[in-house]
């Protein structure tokens, strides 16, 4: 038996509080990212190792917030704790490698390509995994073209998200990249949740009675953490105001003029 599947039990709520969260994230990882750009090597990995875990909590963040807004009419759902946590991991590792990629070789076109199809990818782990962590008396299957698609959302604009943080200059482009990514999120989740469908097992084994938490008990303990640390990026951001602007630093042994980050090739120095 299929069923009944809502993705929007609590209309506009979720996904809107969703994308606004993915959107936070992004803006503060991709500002750490760009900071990463006009710093000395060894700070920059700080700063592309906080971006990381920024857009990573977000993605995480925004993937359960809008789950919150999942229901199945037939079959109540739970949520496996530590593969849900896992999908925390994955998305802020793979979301690293990608902007580190990014942020140690610039805005080069092989670059991007590899960094935004990392990070597309980690995005997409991360949903599938979380999937993999509902319990339902039910079993999923999937729409291959429609995963294919949600898979190609994520890579695609997490590559224009990237590009726009290293490439242009100034809160404007910040504010477009930090959209554009929070868009390859959102789109990627509920691209992949149309290709999701339920079958029911009948007759039920599990009814009421499932293992794991429900989504409404679990919202607020596994929010905190990283909503606290969304929190931490944005005071450490707040110190430093070029972070927001994407201006270099003033260089006091050149008269204070900012420092000159042109990257030399593949083989070369990352600045001169």
């Not at 390859?184 to 009675?209: F, I, K, N, Q, R």
């Amino acid at each position: 038996m299929q069923g009944t599947v809502d993705g929007f039990t609590y209309g506009l709520v979720t996904p809107v509080a969703a994308f606004l969260m993915a959107a936070l994230g992004a803006a503060l990882g991709l500002r750490c990212t760009t900071r990463s750009l006009h710093t000395a090597r060894s700070h920059g990995a700080g700063w592309l190792a906080l971006g990381s875990l920024s857009i990573g909590s977000g993605v995480w963040t925004m993937h359960f917030v809008a789950m919150t807004g999942f229901t199945v009419q037939e079959s109540p759902i739970s949520y496996d704790k530590p593969l849900t946590f896992a999908g925390l991991a994955v998305a802020v590792v793979m979301v690293g490698i990608g902007i580190f990629i990014v942020g140690y070789r610039g805005a080069t076109r092989m670059a991007l390509i590899t960094g935004g199809t990392i990070t597309g990818l980690g995005i997409a782990s991360m949903h599938y995994l979380g999937m993999a962590g509902m319990r339902m008396d039910a079993r999923f299957a999937y729409d291959t073209p429609l995963v294919v698609l949600s898979v190609l959302i994520a890579g695609c604009a997490a590559t224009g998200a990237l590009w726009a943080a290293v490439a242009l200059r100034g809160a404007l482009a910040g504010f477009g990249a930090s959209i554009l990514m929070a868009v390859a999120v959102t789109g990627m989740h509920y691209t992949g949740m149309a290709a999701l469908d339920v079958h029911l097992h009948l007759p039920s084994t599990l009814s009421a009675d499932l293992p794991g938490d429900r989504p409404t008990e679990m919202i607020g303990p596994m929010l905190v953490g990283p909503a606290g640390f969304l929190l931490i990026a944005a005071v450490v951001l707040m110190f430093d105001p070029r972070a927001v602007t994407g201006e270099p630093r003033p260089d006091p042994r050149v008269g204070g003029r900012p420092r000159s980050t042109t990257r030399e090739g593949a083989g070369g120095s990352r600045y001169r």
